[in-house]
């Protein structure tokens, strides 16, 4: 398993992450603990020792399945990250919602919120913590001053921002980085869906500072060849409902166009849309949904494949920059925006503002 350190920290992770999203909640698959907890343990015994969770996924029940996997690999073997932000006390949600709960990024909320995941998960200190869905409402001075307490405490050792819920948030993303020196932005980035990842990505490589962690990367489960018609129906409890139908149609048109890309390199659709993330430089850490043992497998290998051609690498660069060829229909879906008027904007690439 190839591993990036994350420049700036000492912490070194699996190009391969585990986000446990996957296992707190129903949105993708029905879990039982022993089951969850096995996906995991077997994505340490492939070399997977980046592992990512959240309070919010499940109230808890995600941190507490990561417990067993933490003891079963050793503590010092994996880096662990979870995030903060989400009042769950006053709005715990309700069971398969998809709205989006009250924030809070006060210290108190914080601290609390600390406390219950270093207990859920049984460690004493959190590698990376970050900042969940944070918004610029919720930047301040004293946010960050709090996270630079929390390292001088011993109880946490890096700290970053996690964009979303939606694509978008590259204020929050920018910032994050060039105003605040996170260590690490996350951000739904993936081959079809290209900003704001990419400005993230050189803003990280330009400051040598940073990383960027990749999350959504195969599409919402385009690239992953998930549907075989653009009349696919979603379940009540899938959150890709709420994707538009022209992701769907023209998707499915884009994956006709790259697939014979991947099968020239000797991998699936999937595989190559990983090692596409691989190439990108700032990049540490690659998400993908992993639902089964054969998942962890075959993104292990595209981990250990070859990176892609310099000659596919520009082709896809200028596929991309003409939306596939397929017209304005085809363009990524608008960047959700805390500036913007009506709160987005059309998906685009914006020059960092670097010194």
Not at 91 to 114: A, M, T, V
Not at 146 to 155: N, R, T, W
Not at 187 to 205: H, K
Request: net charge negative; proline share 4%.
């Amino acid at each position: 398993m190839i591993t990036r350190n994350i420049p700036g920290t000492d912490l070194d992770v699996s190009l391969l992450g585990f986000g446990n999203f996957t296992v707190g909640n129903n949105w993708w698959k029905e879990f039982t603990d022993d089951e969850a907890v096995a996906l995991q343990n077997h994505a340490v015994d492939k070399g997977v020792t980046f592992f990512d969770t959240a309070p919010a996924y499940g109230n808890g029940k995600a941190e507490a399945l990561l417990k067993p996997t933490i003891a079963y690999a050793g503590r010092d073997n994996v880096v662990i990250s979870t995030k903060y932000g989400y009042d769950l006390v006053s709005d715990p949600g309700e069971e398969g919602s998809h709205r989006e709960r009250r924030q809070d990024f006060s210290e108190k909320n914080i601290r609390r919120e600390l406390e219950e995941s270093l207990t859920n998960m049984g460690i004493e200190c959190v590698d990376l913590y970050q900042a969940h869905n944070i918004k610029l409402e919720h930047f301040s001075d004293e946010l960050f001053v709090l996270m630079d307490k929390l390292i001088a405490e011993g109880k946490v050792l890096a700290w970053g921002t996690a964009l979303g819920p939606a694509i978008g948030w590259r204020e929050e993303g920018h910032r994050s980085f060039l105003d605040h020196d996170a260590a690490t932005v996350q951000t739904v980035f993936n081959l079809y869906e290209q900003d704001p990842g990419r400005e993230l990505c050189e803003i990280a490589a330009k400051r040598g500072k940073g990383g960027v962690i990749a999350r959504v990367p195969t599409n919402s489960g385009m690239l992953d060849e998930e549907f075989k018609s653009a009349d696919h129906q979603f379940p009540q409890r899938d959150h890709r409902k709420f994707r538009d139908k022209a992701w769907l149609v023209h998707g499915l048109q884009k994956n006709r166009m790259v697939k014979p890309m991947a099968e020239e390199l000797g991998v699936s659709l999937r595989q190559f849309a990983f090692k596409w993330l691989g190439c990108q430089p700032g990049l540490v850490s690659i998400e993908p949904n992993l639902l089964t043992t054969e998942d962890v497998d075959e993104f292990v290998a595209a981990a250990d494949h070859p990176l892609i051609p310099d000659d596919l690498l520009d082709e896809l660069r200028d596929l991309y920059a003409e939306d596939f060829g397929l017209g304005d229909e085809a363009h990524p879906c608008n960047l959700k925006s805390s500036v913007a008027e009506g709160g987005a904007e059309r998906s685009s690439y914006r020059a960092p503002a670097l010194t």
